[in-house]
């Protein structure tokens, strides 16, 4: 098991020192594109927040419009560090980094369906600790055991899935299938994601720490930070956790979920 957390810290390292300088080479463009994304979801909440006294229609339009825009950057942010990882060019036209519209179709269908997986699995969950309250004699113990279980489901599933969007912009492939294959890479590495993810969260952990202390100067700082640096590192760290994982996948090529839950 120590040798297993060695080889996990040192996988770890490896993508984050490769990131640095993936980062270093292309701040500009992939800091850029985070930028974007920021001012989207800003803009889109101030928009929201005007309209929604005007037209529900219209407020329910414009929700959707930034939706699509928000994923759509997001997708473009990805693909565009998948070009100068894997062309090694200093170079690359964000023109040639939008994804189609089957591939932003793609990805909401698969959005969809995972979000009916939740809600079909937490449905299960609750039937299966219904239970407690009758052993107890109380719905605190029932509701306190499901919001336990629930978070860890949640956390352990979206860790799994979450690198379907890379299946259907790098590799084209269709949603639920994009979905098998998150989870057939994913397999083995759960650790290794949960120590990435772990070191990528903890100056934002911080800031909101900061924030909730009354410290606003140092919590501004590092949310500073946390913009225009872990964001970005974060993202090209994601996208070369899931090249490695690619390359060392030795699975199906079109893999089911049954074998891949454990």
């Not at 490896?14 to 270093?24: A, E, H, K, P």
Request: hydrophobic residues 55%; glycine residues 2%; proline residues 3%.
């Amino acid at each position: 098991m120590i040798q297993f957390l060695k080889d996990s810290t040192f996988a770890v390292n490896d993508v984050i020192n490769r990131s640095w300088d993936v980062l270093r080479r292309h701040y500009f463009s992939i800091a850029g594109l985070c930028l974007l994304l920021f001012l989207t979801s800003n803009a889109s909440g101030i928009l929201a927040f005007y309209f929604r006294d005007v037209s529900r229609v219209l407020s329910s339009f414009m929700a959707l419009i930034f939706v699509v825009l928000y994923f759509g950057i997001q997708l473009t942010l990805f693909k565009y560090i998948f070009h100068v990882v894997d062309d090694a060019r200093e170079h690359v036209s964000l023109q040639d980094t939008v994804p189609t519209t089957k591939e932003i179709s793609y990805f909401f269908i698969a959005m969809l369906s995972l979000v009916a997986i939740i809600l079909g699995a937490f449905a299960v969950l609750a039937v299966i600790i219904l239970p407690v309250i009758y052993i107890f004699n109380s719905t605190k113990h029932a509701v306190d055991l499901f919001t336990i279980l629930s978070v860890l489901f949640l956390i352990s599933f979206m860790m799994r899935v979450a690198f379907y969007p890379f299946f259907i912009i790098d590799r084209h492939e269709r949603p639920f299938k994009a979905i098998r294959l998150s989870f057939a890479i994913t397999r083995g590495n759960f650790l290794k994601l949960l120590l990435l993810l772990t070191f990528l969260t903890i100056l934002h952990l911080l800031s909101i720490y900061f924030n909730y202390r009354s410290y606003p100067m140092l919590s501004a700082a590092l949310s500073l930070v946390n913009s225009f640096l872990v964001v970005p590192l974060s993202s090209v760290a994601i996208a070369l956790a899931y090249r490695q994982m690619m390359k060392e996948y030795k699975g199906e090529e079109d893999p089911t979920f049954i074998k891949n839950i454990i």
